[in-house]
């Protein structure tokens, strides 16, 4: 079901926006980050500028103190008791942890790992992840995953950076109906992921998705924040999550998921 291959030189051809491409708009179902293409497409229907974040940071849920270069931005290290991982590695990714296992999710499949999260499950919130580049990666993957089924709401109020942006996208998020948890299995898998910027406060990053054996795939770009002792979304002002959607026609730029 998931692609092979290793991370290869990039192509650029995610940068073009998809709402600016009809004729993918129409056959965006491959995509598995937009699995509800009708919220995604709610999402994304602003300009398509890189998301901001909106407001203060809300106080603390989480108690104990986390280890390795753990910590979070602005003075905030706590997290979630039992949540220490080994944050040693502040390097981006070039290849998928040995670790890697997959996780069921709604209709499909999400990775994880034991060594870079989520470690905790309570839930849809899937939680505590390495405060490194692998670490945002993974959050991003479970977060966005859970936007299309019951208990989404609960997800963005506790994994989304508290603000306009994330009351935008909660108001617009509500006027779609959830996705049922049954039934037919996703044709489509995640397959690899590139980080493109990354400090220990916030990374951008781009999440790969399609249907490896027609070539096919789909790309979009969003941006987390450390907060509260884990990885957060960062919503802008519009609600709108990812700051880059696209068609991408190989896996070139990206780090694949399976060797």
């Given at each position: 079901m998931l692609n092979s291959g290793r991370p290869r030189g990039g192509s650029g051809e995610w940068e073009?926006?998809?709402?600016?491409?009809?004729?993918?708009i129409l056959s965006a179902g491959f995509l598995l980050v937009l699995v509800v293409l009708a919220v995604f497409t709610l999402m994304t229907r602003d300009d398509g500028g890189a998301p901001r974040a909106v407001g203060s940071p809300s106080p603390s849920r989480s108690?104990?103190?986390?280890?390795?270069?753990g910590g979070g931005a602005g003075g905030q290290d706590s997290r979630p008791a039992g949540c220490r991982t080994d944050d040693s590695d502040q390097e981006k990714p070039t290849a998928a942890p040995k670790d890697v296992y997959w996780k069921a999710l709604g209709t499909g499949l999400t990775p994880a790992s034991k060594s870079a999260g989520p470690?905790?499950?309570?839930?849809?919130?899937?939680?505590?992840?390495?405060?490194t580049p692998m670490g945002a990666v993974f959050a991003a993957h479970a977060i966005t995953g859970h936007l299309a089924y019951p208990g989404w709401r609960e997800v963005?109020?506790?994994?989304?950076?508290?603000?306009?942006?994330?009351?935008?996208?909660?108001?617009?998020?509500?006027?779609?109906?959830?996705k049922s948890v049954s039934g037919r299995p996703d044709e489509v898998t995640f397959v690899g992921f590139s980080v493109l910027?990354?400090?220990k406060r916030e990374t951008t990053l781009t999440l790969l998705g399609g249907k490896p054996s027609e070539g096919r795939y789909g790309a979009v770009s969003m941006t987390l924040r450390w907060q509260d002792g884990d990885w957060k979304i960062v919503a802008d002002s519009h609600g709108t999550i990812y700051s880059g959607t696209s068609q991408v026609n190989s896996t070139n730029g990206f780090v694949t998921w399976r060797d």
């Amino acid at each position: 079901m998931l692609n092979s291959g290793r991370p290869r030189g990039g192509s650029g051809e995610w940068e073009q926006p998809f709402w600016q491409q009809r004729g993918w708009i129409l056959s965006a179902g491959f995509l598995l980050v937009l699995v509800v293409l009708a919220v995604f497409t709610l999402m994304t229907r602003d300009d398509g500028g890189a998301p901001r974040a909106v407001g203060s940071p809300s106080p603390s849920r989480s108690t104990g103190q986390g280890g390795g270069v753990g910590g979070g931005a602005g003075g905030q290290d706590s997290r979630p008791a039992g949540c220490r991982t080994d944050d040693s590695d502040q390097e981006k990714p070039t290849a998928a942890p040995k670790d890697v296992y997959w996780k069921a999710l709604g209709t499909g499949l999400t990775p994880a790992s034991k060594s870079a999260g989520p470690l905790k499950f309570d839930g849809p919130v899937w939680y505590c992840y390495a405060h490194t580049p692998m670490g945002a990666v993974f959050a991003a993957h479970a977060i966005t995953g859970h936007l299309a089924y019951p208990g989404w709401r609960e997800v963005v109020d506790r994994q989304f950076v508290p603000g306009a942006g994330r009351d935008a996208y909660i108001t617009k998020r509500s006027t779609v109906k959830d996705k049922s948890v049954s039934g037919r299995p996703d044709e489509v898998t995640f397959v690899g992921f590139s980080v493109l910027s990354y400090n220990k406060r916030e990374t951008t990053l781009t999440l790969l998705g399609g249907k490896p054996s027609e070539g096919r795939y789909g790309a979009v770009s969003m941006t987390l924040r450390w907060q509260d002792g884990d990885w957060k979304i960062v919503a802008d002002s519009h609600g709108t999550i990812y700051s880059g959607t696209s068609q991408v026609n190989s896996t070139n730029g990206f780090v694949t998921w399976r060797d």
